[in-house]
């Protein structure tokens, strides 16, 4: 039920990992890293990728789930704390992108009046994938991945025409300010975690680091184009320019006779969004099942759902406040929960599971 | 062939197993009494030394020229046989047995056979003289072909049997006969190929038509109900075709057909929805122009989903999503309607929904009228009376047009469409992506027999990619499918030194 293939994480990591890094994070970083914002995002790519690594070779020494590789080391209650505190740290992570997601959809896609209630459909959404365990990720990395190729491409080749590369020089003139740019945007990486919650539900292949490590590279690159792109375009206006996938390619079709067809580009990614916005949510509602063995999925897939759509629905006009708070302060935690507890997760007890569930073929 | 009886009348069930004995008035009297309609009639008849034979059968399903050449004539110039095989032996008939029990003699009366009572000897024989009529073959009105072949199945089970079989001479085509409807007793023929279709698949359709007992089976589609996991899922999770080469080419696959008695419309499983975007004549095209009609199947799905409800979010949350020459034209022509667009939409939709529904149950005669008024009165005549917009009307049109270039998801596309419409009214594009997700995610999790019903794109099966979206020359397609996971992989072989044109040049 909950088995993925190797594959549907590489395809994650081409298709759906930039995604999240493509809204606001471009206008953010650059706040802090002015026109070295390639450089502050590879050093965040470098360090996301050695937790990936680690967690990868994590996989080839055990085909235990996260949860059982705690309760191998602690016990079942320190285990049952410990995975509590990183549902709580997925679904914090969660809400960042939730409402990112929700500043952009209000921003992008209406020009008229609207309110809380256009965005809260996204919850039934999340509740019925939620609902269906960990194998549609794998099935929705597969059908995004050529989804999201097609529309990145296609919107950054209608903003090639404009853009002026020599903004981004001289490299390397932020000095503190790249760092500084790692730190805050550390709450934009906590997707490296994710491997950790894969952990017992892939089977590790032959030459995993090299298919894993290509196709990362690949959406880094991905991620990293699109930061230098978007800086070329606006230069130090930049952080005045949020949601910028509807921003990059706009000059170059408004004034057409056909109009903002890049717009059917950034509806492509935003769906692309969606999926990826769940993912976390899926990740805390199977772990609320592997907690708790009587919570069928259904339940626990309202339990996660009501609590993100009862923080959204308090916090509908706070969305500054959220960035701030996530920029200042969630970058302590995101930097130890997405980088430095997963690292530690490898001196964990790593035994064989007894359960004899094969991956599937397809 | 296997008889596998899925149910059986309640009635005769419950009765004690009774047999025939040796007395033919007594046991005539126990067949009539459970065949008791006046259709069924008795033919009695004596043999040279005056014991009398009595045939019983049907009026209108048996034949009584064969009754009487075959059956009774030869009896008649001999004297009595003394035992019922010996009187087989006088029978020149292919199809026959000697049965005792009553119900299985009633049950097999009940399906056109003939049932003969001999005096003196213990049992009767049955004899398949069956006479059904039929139409004849003819190309089905649902996939009409330019190239290719044109014959299409009817409603009989055994000319359909016969039409696969005319196409696969193999040993390995095999025909499971079961019986479901406790009142209909309706053939089903599970048709696939021993060695290359899943035997657990195979028996997996067997148990699950089994665990049915409906009163009568009218059609194929009440047991395309039987095999779906989710009967409430407006996607269909059943294969359907109504051409023998078409139904071949999915059996050779490694797929299990199920062809119905009185229904022209033969199944398939496992389902894959790329299957709909196939068309008839895809394999006897050129590949180019197989992958050019395919992206278009898919092109004009997303057209008749996604136009409505992309107009209506557009005019109501986001004018810049119309280039602004359009808008203008648009806006001049909407200025004076006084409907919202979503409105204005929706109500065009239903009315595009009951025309349809209309010109499929009214006569023939009468549907050029019908055309004439949902054309020009009520399309031309309500713009003019300012009740709906130009644009309106051709966002219709072509919306219900393009649902048609992939005919087998009319049903399912036209009530999406009407959800995506409610939606982009709602809450605009978001809501028309959220949609998407939503059927998206339903697709993604559904599967057919254990095979994904988006398969092979998600999940992805490489190999499968050759004949989904694009069709790839025949000389690629050398294996099945793998998401059928048959054991016999391969489909094409070329035979050492023979070379193929291409690899001389």
């Known amino acids: ?362 | 062939m296997i008889f596998y009886e899925c149910t059986q009348d309640n009635d005769m069930k419950n009765e004690t197993k009774k047999t025939l004995g040796k007395k033919l008035k007594e046991n005539l009297q126990s067949i009539l009494e459970i065949l008791t309609a006046e259709d069924i009639l008795t033919y009695q008849f004596y043999t040279k030394d005056n014991v009398l034979c009595t045939a019983i059968y049907i009026d209108q399903i048996t034949d009584k020229e064969l009754l009487g050449s075959l059956i009774a004539k030869p009896l008649s110039l001999i004297d009595a046989p003394t035992t019922l095989e010996d009187a087989m032996k006088e029978l020149y008939f292919p199809e026959n047995s000697c049965e005792e029990d009553v119900t299985t003699i009633c049950n097999k009366i009940l399906a056109g056979n003939v049932a003969l009572l001999i005096d003196n000897l213990q049992g009767a024989i049955v004899l398949g003289a069956k006479k059904i009529s039929s139409r004849s073959v003819a190309e089905p009105p649902t996939s009409m072909t330019i190239k290719g072949p044109r014959e299409g199945f009817i409603e009989d089970i055994k000319i359909n049997m016969g039409l696969v079989r005319k196409r696969l001479k193999t040993a390995q085509l095999q025909f499971d006969m079961i019986q479901c409807g406790k009142q209909s007793q309706t053939s089903i023929a599970v048709v696939y190929l021993s060695g290359i279709a899943n035997k657990k698949i195979v028996q997996q359709v067997k148990d699950k038509i089994a665990s049915y007992e409906i009163d009568e089976v009218v059609d194929s589609s009440y047991i395309g109900k039987f095999l779906t996991a989710r009967p409430l899922s407006l996607f269909k999770q059943v294969g359907t075709t109504e051409k023998p080469d078409i139904f071949c080419a999915k059996i050779l696959e490694g797929r299990i057909g199920l062809i119905v008695d009185g229904s022209p419309i033969v199944l398939t499983v496992p389902y894959l929805i790329a299957e709909d975007f196939q068309g008839p004549q895809d394999y006897f095209a050129s590949p180019y122009r197989a992958t050019v009609s395919r992206f278009i199947r898919l092109f004009a799905i997303l057209i008749s989903l996604l136009l409505p409800a992309y107009y209506v979010a557009a005019q109501l949350f986001k004018l810049q999503l119309i280039p602004f020459g359009l808008l203008m034209t648009i806006s001049a022509s909407t200025k004076n309607i006084p409907l919202s667009p979503s409105i204005e939409l929706f109500f065009l939709l239903v009315i595009l929904e009951i025309l349809l529904e209309a010109s499929i149950l009214m006569p023939k005669q009468v549907s050029l009228a019908l055309s004439v008024i949902g054309a020009l009165v009520l399309g031309d005549t309500a713009v003019k009376a300012g009740i709906v917009s130009t644009p309106a009307i051709i966002i219709v049109a072509i919306s219900g047009i393009s649902a048609y270039a992939v005919p087998e998801l009319v049903g399912t596309s036209s009530i999406i469409r009407i959800i995506l419409l409610v939606l982009a009214g709602s809450i605009g594009t978001f809501g028309i992506l959220l949609g998407i997700a939503l059927i998206l995610y339903a697709l993604l999790t559904m599967e057919s027999f254990g095979t994904p019903l988006l398969a092979p794109f998600a999940p992805l099966v490489k190999k499968d990619l050759k004949d989904s979206l694009f069709k790839a020359d025949l000389f690629d397609l050398k294996e099945r499918p793998a998401v059928f996971k048959s054991k016999n992989k391969k489909r094409l072989l070329q035979k050492k030194g023979v070379e193929n044109e291409q690899d001389k040049t």
């Not at chain 1, 055990?62 to 509590?84: E, H, P, S, V, W």
């Not at chain 1, 130090?236 to 990059?248: K, P």
């Not at chain 1, 960035?323 to 964990?348: N, T, V």
């Open chain 1, 1 to 362: 039920m909950n088995k993925i293939k190797l594959r549907q994480i590489c395809f994650l990591f081409i298709g759906m990992m930039p995604i999240t890094k493509l809204l606001m994070y471009p206008s953010i970083l650059p706040y802090y890293a002015k026109n070295d914002v390639v450089l502050s995002a590879a050093i965040n790519f470098i360090l996301q990728g050695i937790v990936i690594g680690f967690v990868l070779w994590l996989s080839k020494k055990t085909d235990c789930t996260f949860f059982q590789l705690l309760q191998n080391t602690f016990g079942k209650i320190i285990a049952t704390i410990i995975y509590i505190i990183f549902i709580l740290f997925l679904l914090f992570s969660s809400f960042m992108l939730i409402t990112e997601q929700k500043a952009f959809v209000i921003n992008t896609l209406y020009e008229n009046t609207h309110t809380y209630f256009n965005f809260m459909p996204f919850f039934i959404v999340s509740f019925f994938a939620c609902s269906k365990g960990l194998k549609t990720i794998g099935r929705v990395a597969d059908l995004c991945m050529p989804i999201f190729l097609f529309a990145f491409i296609a919107i950054i080749g209608l903003s090639l025409s404009n853009i002026n590369f020599s903004s981004i020089l001289p490299i390397g003139g932020g000095k503190l300010g790249i760092f500084k740019g790692n730190l805050i945007s550390s709450c934009w990486y906590t997707d490296c975690l994710y491997p950790l919650f894969f952990l017992g539900h892939f089977q590790y292949e032959k030459k995993s680091f090299l298919k894993i490590g290509i196709s990362y590279g690949i959406g880094a690159i991905c991620v990293m184009l699109f930061l230098a792109i978007y800086y070329g375009l606006y230069g130090d206006i930049t952080i005045l320019r949020q949601n910028s996938i509807a921003h990059i390619a706009k000059f170059t079709t408004a004034f057409t006779s056909i109009g903002r067809v890049d717009y059917v580009f950034v509806f492509t990614l935003t769906l692309v969004h969606v999926f990826y916005t769940i993912v976390p949510l899926q990740f805390a509602s199977n772990g609320l099942i592997e907690l708790f063995p009587k919570c069928n999925n259904i339940l626990a897939s309202a339990i996660i759902n009501f609590v993100i759509l009862l923080f959204i629905w308090m916090f509908t006009y706070d969305f500054s406040s959220i960035q701030i708070f996530y920029s200042q302060y969630f970058w302590i935690f995101a930097s130890i929960f997405a980088y430095i507890l997963p690292i530690c997760a490898i001196f964990l007890k790593k035994e064989r599971s007894t359960t004899d569930e094969k991956v599937l073929d397809v």
